[in-house]
């Protein structure tokens, strides 16, 4: 499991962006039942911009999809939502925030707030922060 800190490391900072890309990831992999890094691929919309592409990289480390083997997508939409698809049976489902957490994050701003929410973020469970939809 890819621990916070060296999430930290190679992200550069702690912020609510990288957790939730961090528990979203994990909690995917989990829900199509597929191997880290080479048995999924994702497609990420809406989270093109800074600070929310940061939860880019928390998926990345959580579920080995990586830019460089081109089994993660990022596409520019409105809508905030991850697809997940196992390669090997083609299981998928879909993943959004909710809105509580959304809200959350909007009301959150500067650098110690951040990590406050961040920490809160880490503590608690999938189903407190995303919704899970079997259709696309
Ligand atoms: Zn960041």
């Known amino acids: 499991m890819t621990s916070l800190n060296s999430a930290i490391r190679f992200h550069g900072h702690l912020g609510p962006w990288l957790v939730l890309g961090l528990l979203m990831g994990k909690y995917g992999l989990r829900k199509i039942n ?34 460089g083997k081109g089994n993660i997508r990022i596409l520019k939409s409105k809508g905030i ?16 925030l909710k809105d509580k ?29 995303f919704t899970l939809s079997n259709k696309r």
Do not use: M, W
């Open 34 to 67: 597929a191997k880290k890094y080479f048995g999924l691929s994702l497609c990420v919309s809406g989270l093109h911009k800074k600070p929310k592409s940061c939860l880019i990289d928390g998926l990345q480390l959580s579920t080995g999809c990586t830019l």
């Open 81 to 96: 939502f991850v697809n997940f698809k196992n390669s090997e049976t083609n299981k998928k489902i879909t993943l959004r």
């Open 101 to 129: 957490i959304l809200k959350q994050l909007k009301n959150t701003t500067g650098h110690s707030a951040s990590e406050r929410l961040a920490k809160i973020l880490h503590k608690k469970t999938p189903l407190d922060i």
